[in-house]
């Protein structure tokens, strides 16, 4: 069966260290899609990308980066990790073109201290 | 003002009551209104979506979308413990991406 996977599941890590989330995909969908879940504001988009080497930034991309080498994978990077960063994140996938319908991934569960 | 709202609860309630969920939204251009849920410690998953207006009932769910109200509601008949999640209202426009509510945590208490 298709699926998505995150890994680390769990992960602390201290203030200033890179700190790079996975994300794979086994549904070939050319969608994919960070978000972070945080107490009283939701899912908030932090990056996405719509194919192979295509990115773009959400409404919280500061501090994080991606890239798209192949269909199948979207690592997350933070850069300097920062006790803000403290989050669950989310990696999602959809269909080509305008898919209501997002698949998402188990999380991750980041602690900065 | 955000583009979704949503009232977070948390939300108690017996088991087989019904249960009513609602968003409100500000962007007319949405076309797209699903509902999505959370079980703890868990990813969302697609429960219902519709298009446009109207109703749309599956098994003990039922969605209704006013656009001239801009307010989507999500309708659980005999609610049962394991519907105890939270529930993000999900919207979009036929060309962008998709907004989700910041969700409503609910119990069902047996």
């Known amino acids: 069966d298709a699926e998505i996977t995150q890994s680390p599941r769990h992960k602390i890590t201290e203030t200033g260290r890179q700190v790079t989330l996975a994300c794979h995909q086994t549904?070939?969908?050319?969608?994919m899609f960070w978000y972070r879940q945080d107490l009283g504001h939701g899912l908030r988009l932090i990056h996405y990308s719509y194919g192979v080497h295509d990115t773009n930034k959400g409404e919280v991309s500061d501090g994080y980066s991606v890239s798209r080498s192949n269909t199948e994978d979207l690592p997350l990077t933070l850069e300097s990790a920062a006790s803000s960063q403290t989050s669950v994140y989310f990696c999602?996938?959809?269909?080509?073109?305008?898919?209501?319908?997002?698949?998402f991934g188990p999380g991750t569960r980041l602690t900065v201290t | 003002q955000k583009e979704v709202e949503q009232d977070p609860g948390p939300l108690s309630v017996p088991e087989g009551a019904i249960v009513s969920l609602n968003c409100t939204y500000s962007?007319?251009?949405?076309?797209?209104f699903m509902w999505y849920r959370q079980y703890s410690r868990k990813g969302p998953e697609l429960l219902m979506y519709?298009?446009?207006?109207g109703n749309k009932e599956d098994g003990r769910f039922t969605a209704q979308v006013d656009k001239s109200s801009k307010y989507i509601s999500l309708f659980i008949r005999d609610s049962q413990p394991s519907d105890s999640a939270t529930y993000l209202c999900a919207m979009k426009t036929s060309y962008d991406k998709v907004i989700f509510g910041p969700g409503t945590s609910l119990s069902v208490i047996p």
């Open positions: 962007n007319s251009a949405f076309q797209y």
């Open positions: 999602a996938s959809s269909e080509t073109g305008g898919s209501y319908e997002q698949y």
């Open positions: 519709t298009y446009s207006s």
């Open positions: 549904w070939n969908h050319n969608n």
